[in-house]
């Protein structure tokens, strides 16, 4: 049982340091672009108003 000690003393600092490094970098900062356009929500969360159906088999706008 002697033998597995310095194993595990080594699996333990390894795994510690692995977390430790990969926590504690900061994430890149990002700008602020004020010509990049906005997202547009397509979904209002309440009905479909606004929305067409696209049925199966027949052209766009043809139901």
Known sequence: M?????????LWLSISSSLFF???NNPPETSHDPDKEEWQSL??????DGWEP???GFELNEN
């Open 43 to 48: 979904f209002n969360g309440v009905n479909l």
């Open 2 to 10: 002697k033998n597995c000690r310095p194993f595990v003393c080594l």
């Open 54 to 56: 696209k049925i199966t």
């Open 22 to 24: 990969a926590c504690s």
